[in-house]
Each structure stands twice: as structure tokens, then as C-alpha cells.
């Protein structure tokens, strides 16, 4: 019997018989492979396991552990789901059902509609296709027979997907007696999806067209374990009590309404929470020598075209006429930063020249993708621009990288790294981006932190180090980053004079540490659950009198607690002690201040903590000692 030679990923090669496939090859490797193997690589292209293998093919086995095996494996669950509904409702239409972050999905036009009530029985009847263990079967045929079977099932979705197909193969994939349309590859077979769960139903245009038909969509998982779709779960339910759009609302942080879609409106506790953050990035910048600026929102299209944005970024801005000029709102800040800078000269003494700009952004986003405060089209970044000589970057990046460090940690929030290099296509000289991007990955090794190099994935104008915020349920969020920039300084001619005597042109860095204040603010909500360390806290606590006999001392303790600079309410409504107590515990206040007789007569508090409860009195004196300190710290609340 003939064989053939494959090579592995580590370069390694495994000989074979021939015709064998890349199961064989796992199974030559080990059983725990077979086991969680989804589908293979071979010269770059993904396939099914079952794909025969030629002499001198590169092969990867591709598991669950990997986003493209866990998309295989997700996309085969969509296809499982998709049987099941057309053995409970042989007339439904199906139209596309891919694999998604955490899932998959499935289009389907079914009448009568489906309701949440009909998903179990769905379930059921994939837990028993799973039994069955059928083989997902590849085939490929003409475009005509695809449109012939598709025609008679009278699905008019996949007839219009065939029709705009080019002539020649077409793949389908069968398992028992439902056939698809798709390109796959598929799990080897239906057994193999251990672990699923169907979670949602919605409307979904064909197409993403408003003016095709609604169809709708079943959003599930599915994982290989048990064990891994209840963690799944779990975390799913945990992020649903934070979401940020709902505890927005349940502490009055802020709302949305009709007239301003992606336009958030901050109410007085919102605003507590932003002032706060905002007085403490102020803190810390005015100690790290920056100084800050303000730019306007509207400026003279003329502006917008030598920044380049009026030709690269029109579609995300708006516009209008003034005294028939046109005028654009600012989508970023940086244009105003470059007038800033060119109304002086500039000697390499004054260098580095860090420019902060808390600056109001407008871009525009597709309604669809408008996402509480995490997707929005009004945001505020905490924006600087730094100017300096070249051999100064490699500093002032380390400035930067050890200020996020020390923001984050405030917030209790862990965090990833990531260096992004030149891209195919940018500007600038090699010498240029040898040099930015040395000094970027020196400031990064000269830190000895850990980061992630995406080669190829810096800004067309120069290279960037982000940073993603890892939040409680290991969620991550790209916050903040720091970029340099070669276009800019060259676009609005900047210059400085060197120790040369010389004109030169600054190296230009933009950076962000929030990213935008209103999505860091959604982050935080959901990070701390709703209950935001004292120093944010929009009230920090509440004098709660156990009978309404002591309603003037609560509101002394009240009086005291403000002139000492807190905020604070006192509680002196007819409702019941225990009452009031839930109704803070619920808005989230740090610490309820109980006082009757005992503390009156004292001079104290009964301090009882949102979450470690009953604290012991304290005299009143000594718990503001004790909030002050807090605050001023700025502790976590742990
Ligand atoms: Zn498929
Ligand atoms: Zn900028």
C-alpha cells in the first residue's frame, strides 16, 4: 500500500496510508484529538475532517479551543437546528444560519411564527438528531440540480442565494434526510454537539433589507461539554442583571430617547459619576504636565480636507451650512489640537508638549448597531495629543503605558496588550516606522509587560499600542490606546525649531485612557454590578431614623455629612425602617446610617454596609474620618 507525507503545524511530519483523511491523521496523533477535533486546515484552507489528504499537504487539526474550530462547530449546531425545525414544521423556509461570537443562529420564514413556547420542543427534537449520530455528508452538485431541489421545496431564500452563485460545483451538506445549502465544512457528525441551548427569538429582515420580508431568527449555543454551556450560561445571566442599558435605569443614571437615537442623556446621579471620573483623570494629568485645551464641535469643511477627513471619513460625519459655508461637526479632535499647536513657535525645549482635550465627538453609526452607552453616535474622548522630537517617544510612551497602568488599577479592571505594526498600505518612510515602532515595542519590553503583536495592523499613518480592559466576566473592551502619527504633522506642515537652529517636524502621538467617558461609564456600570466604589457612588450614604421621632437628628447627621462634602439623603419619608433600608440597598448606597435613641443621645451612627451588612456604631466624627479617607483614596469597595 502506497503512503503519503503531511507536515504539522510544528513542522513535524507524519507519514500516512493514502487516501487517508484528517481524522485518520488525528487518530494517529491521539484519541483525545478525535474527540475534540471540529474540522482541519490543509494549505490554508478549512475543510472537514473527513476531506481526503494528498502527499505533501499541510495539515492542521483544528479543535474547540480555536475561533475557527468553535465556529465549525457552532455553524453545524445551526444546521442540527434547522433539521429539527423542518421535521416540527416541514413547510418552513430556511435562509442563512452562521456561526456567532458565543453562538449561532438560524433565518427561517415559518407561518405560523414561532413564539419562545416552541423552542423547547425544538430542543427536543435536536437531542434526539444528536442521538441518531448522523453523518453530515458533503456534495457537491450543479447549479441547476441545486435550483431544481430548492425550486420544488419552493425556498425562494436559497433560489436567490443559487441564482447569484457562478456557474460550476456547488456543495451541500446533508445529515439524514435534511440537505442544505453551504459551503461548510461541518462537524463529522450530529453526535458530536454534546451541549446546546436555544435562547432567543427576533426579527430579522432578509438580507438585512427593510424592504424584504421579516423572517425570524433563533439565536442558540452549543458546546461541546455540559460543563462548558452552564458556565456559559451562568456568566450569560450574570451579564444580563448587569447590563448597563437596564441598571441605567434602575439608579437613574441616565436615558436614551426617540429624538436622539445613539444620543444619551445624563441625568443628575449620571452626571455625579462622570464628574467624578473627570475630576480625578484632571488630578492626574495636571500632575503628569499636561495642559489642557478646548477645540469647537463645528468647523469650515476646508479644515475637514486637509485633515483628510472629508475624504476618508464623510460617511461616519454630519454637516451643515453657515452663511453658506459648509461646516462639519468634529468626528475627532485631532484637527483642532494641530490649529492649537501652530499658533506659536515651537523650540524642541518646550518638548514633550502633551495637550489634553476632553473633547465632545459626533460619528455616525447605523442605527442597527447602536448599543446603550457601549455604541453610541455622541461620545466624549479624554483625548491629548503629544508633540515631541523623535528620540523622545520610547519616554513618553513608558509616561503613558505606566498612567493606564495606574488608571486601571484604580478601577480594580486587568487589561491586554496589543502592539499593532505598518500596514500593506501607509505613509511615511521605512526609516519612520523602524523607528516608531522600535520605540513602542522598547517602551513595552523596558515596562516587562506582556503584549500581543498584530503585524500589519497599525493605522495606515503610523503604529499603535491598545489596550483592551478585561472586566469581571472576562469580558474585554478596547479603552485605551496610544497612537503615533506621521500623516498629521506632515498634512498641517507643523514645526519646531531643533538645538540644531533648524525647523524640524514633531513626532505627533494621540492618545486615549477612558477612551470614551460615556462607554467607560457603561464598562464600570457593569464591572461593579451597579455598585460603584464611595468615590463615584452618585449618593454615598443615607441617614435612615428608625421612627419618625428622629427625623431632626437624621437630618442633622444628614447636614453634618454635606457640610463635610459628601453626598448624601437622608431617608425621613413615612415608610418603615426596614423599607428604606431595601430601597438604598437597591439604589446601591455604600452605607445606610441607622440612628434611634442610642445614637441620637451619642452623637453616633449604626453604619450598615451594602454588602457586608451591620458595621457596629461609630460616632459620627469618626465615620467621616473614615469616608473621607475612602474617598480621597479612592478605594475600591472591597
Ligand atoms: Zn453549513
Ligand atoms: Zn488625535
Redesign the pocket.
Known amino acids: 500500500m502506497s503512503t503519503i507525507s503531511v507536515t504539522l503545524p510544528d513542522g513535524s511530519g507524519k507519514e500516512l496510508d493514502s487516501g487517508s483523511s484528517a481524522l485518520a491523521l488525528a487518530e494517529s496523533i491521539g484519541p483525545r484529538l478525535v474527540k475534540a477535533a471540529t474540522s482541519a486546515r490543509v494549505n490554508g484552507r478549512l475543510v472537514d475532517l473527513t476531506t481526503p489528504l494528498r502527499d505533501g499537504d499541510q495539515v492542521e487539526i483544528l479543535t474547540f479551543d480555536s475561533e475557527e474550530g468553535q465556529d465549525v462547530f457552532r455553524?453545524?449546531a445551526?444546521?442540527l437546528m434547522a433539521s429539527a425545525v423542518l421535521r416540527l414544521h416541514p413547510d418552513a423556509k430556511l435562509a442563512i444560519?452562521p456561526a456567532i461570537e458565543d453562538g449561532f443562529y438560524y433565518d427561517i420564514d415559518v407561518a405560523p411564527p414561532l413564539t419562545e413556547d416552541d423552542l423547547p420542543a425544538i430542543e427536543a427534537e435536536m437531542a434526539k438528531i444528536v442521538k441518531e449520530d448522523l453523518p453530515f455528508v458533503r456534495r457537491e452538485v450543479s447549479k441547476d440540480e441545486a435550483l431544481a431541489h430548492f425550486r420544488e421545496r419552493d425556498d425562494q431564500y436559497k433560489v436567490e442565494l443559487i441564482e447569484e452563485l457562478d456557474d460550476g460545483v456547488i456543495t451541500y451538506?446533508e445529515h439524514g434526510e435534511f440537505t442544505?445549502l453551504?459551503?461548510?465544512p461541518?462537524l463529522p457528525s450530529t453526535g458530536r454537539i454534546k451541549a446546546f441551548k436555544l435562547l432567543s427569538l427576533a426579527g430579522a429582515y432578509w438580507r438585512g433589507d427593510e424592504h424584504r420580508p421579516m423572517l425570524q431568527r433563533i439565536y442558540g449555543t452549543a458546546f461541546p461539554s455540559r460543563k462548558l454551556l452552564d458556565e456559559h450560561l451562568a456568566l450569560r445571566a450574570e451579564a444580563e442583571k448587569r447590563d448597563h442599558r437596564k441598571l441605567g435605569k434602575q439608579l437613574d443614571l441616565f436615558s436614551f430617547h426617540s429624538v436622539g437615537p445613539g444620543f444619551p442623556f445624563f441625568h443628575p446621579k449620571g452626571m455625579v459619576v462622570l464628574n467624578a471620573l473627570m475630576d480625578y483623570w484632571r488630578e492626574e494629568h495636571r500632575k503628569r504636565g499636561y495642559h489642557e485645551v478646548r477645540t469647537p464641535i463645528l468647523l469650515d469643511r476646508v479644515l475637514w480636507e486637509q485633515s483628510g477627513h472629508w475624504d476618508h471619513y464623510k460617511e461616519n460625519m454630519y454637516f451643515t451650512q453657515i452663511d453658506e459655508r459648509d461646516f462639519a461637526v468634529k468626528p475627532m479632535n485631532c484637527p483642532g489640537g494641530m490649529l492649537v499647536y501652530k499658533t506659536r513657535l515651537h523650540s524642541y525645549r518646550d518638548f514633550p508638549l502633551r495637550m489634553a482635550e476632553v473633547g465632545t465627538v459626533h460619528r455616525h453609526e447605523k442605527s442597527g448597531v447602536l448599543h446603550g452607552l457601549s455604541r453610541v453616535r455622541m461620545f466624549t474622548q479624554d483625548d491629548a495629543h503629544i508633540f515631541m522630537t523623535p528620540d523622545q517617544i520610547q519616554d513618553e510612551v513608558i509616561g503613558i503605558i505606566e498612567f493606564v497602568d495606574a488608571v486601571y488599577a484604580t478601577f480594580g479592571l486587568d487589561y491586554d496588550i496589543e502592539l499593532s505594526t505598518r500596514p500593506e498600505k501607509s505613509i511615511g518612510t521605512d526609516e519612520m516606522w523602524e523607528t516608531a515602532t522600535s520605540a513602542l515595542s522598547s517602551a513595552l519590553e523596558a515596562k516587562g509587560v506582556d503584549y500581543k503583536l498584530n503585524e500589519g495592523d497599525g493605522a495606515f499613518y503610523g503604529p499603535k499600542i491598545d489596550f483592551h480592559v478585561r472586566d469581571c466576566l472576562k469580558r474585554s473592551w478596547q479603552c485605551a490606546t496610544i497612537q503615533l502619527d506621521f500623516a498629521m504633522p506632515d498634512k498641517f506642515d507643523l514645526e519646531y525649531t531643533g538645538a540644531d537652529g533648524e525647523r524640524h517636524r514633531p513626532a505627533v502621538i494621540h492618545r486615549v485612557i477612558y477612551g470614551a467617558i460615556e462607554r467607560f461609564l457603561g464598562i464600570l456600570i457593569e464591572h461593579f454590578a451597579g455598585a460603584f466604589p464611595p468615590w463615584l457612588a452618585p449618593v454615598q450614604a443615607v441617614v435612615i431614623p428608625v421612627a419618625a421621632s428622629f427625623n431632626d437628628y437624621a437630618e442633622s447627621v444628614q447636614r453634618r455629612l454635606f457640610d463635610a462634602g459628601f453626598r448624601v439623603e437622608a431617608d425621613t419619608s413615612a415608610e418603615s425602617m426596614k423599607y428604606k433600608i431595601r430601597a438604598a440597598q437597591t439604589q446601591q448606597v455604600p452605607y445606610m446610617l441607622v440612628v434611634g435613641e442610642r445614637e441620637c443621645e451619642s452623637g453616633a451612627v449604626a453604619v450598615r454596609h451594602r454588602r457586608h451588612g451591620d458595621l457596629g456604631a461609630l460616632e459620627l466624627d469618626v465615620f467621616i474620618d473614615k469616608l473621607r479617607a475612602q474617598v480621597e483614596a479612592r478605594a475600591l469597595d472591597e
Open positions: 455553524h453545524s445551526s444546521h444560519g451538506y442544505d453551504c459551503r461548510g461541518h
